[in-house]
């Protein structure tokens, strides 16, 4: 069993910046990619970017440029630096683990991106 806590969302204007947080807890064994999810009002949920054990790293079209993925360490923490937001970046970010073979989900952070 693990469990993830983001933190970090908040309200901010359009090409401002903002950083969210991932802490994972619980029984953490071999934890491989952890991601950052979002899912806007009315919209799909879509992975925005992903980060493996050994630093490889994924992004959404749509962010590639502006936000970074980080992980501090192999397992527990992991950070979504995000720049010259959007308001279409507005939305509920998730952050996802992978432990053999189940996934784990946070509650959700919202971030809220005005024009």
């Known amino acids: 069993q693990v469990q993830l806590v983001e933190s970090g969302g908040g309200l901010v204007q359009a090409g401002g910046s903002l950083r969210l947080s991932c802490v994972a807890s619980g029984y953490i064994d071999s934890i491989n990619v952890m991601a950052w999810y979002r899912q806007a009002p009315g919209k799909q949920r879509e992975l925005v970017a992903a980060i493996g054990s050994r630093g490889s790293t994924n992004y959404a079209d749509s962010v590639k440029g502006r936000f970074t993925i980080a992980r501090v360490n192999r397992q527990n923490t992991v950070f979504l630096q995000m720049n010259s937001l959007k308001p279409e970046d507005t939305a509920v970010y998730y952050c996802?683990?992978?432990?053999?073979?189940?996934?784990?989900w946070g509650k959700g952070t919202l971030v809220t991106v005005s024009s």
């Open positions: 996802n683990c992978d432990q053999h073979g189940t996934d784990y």
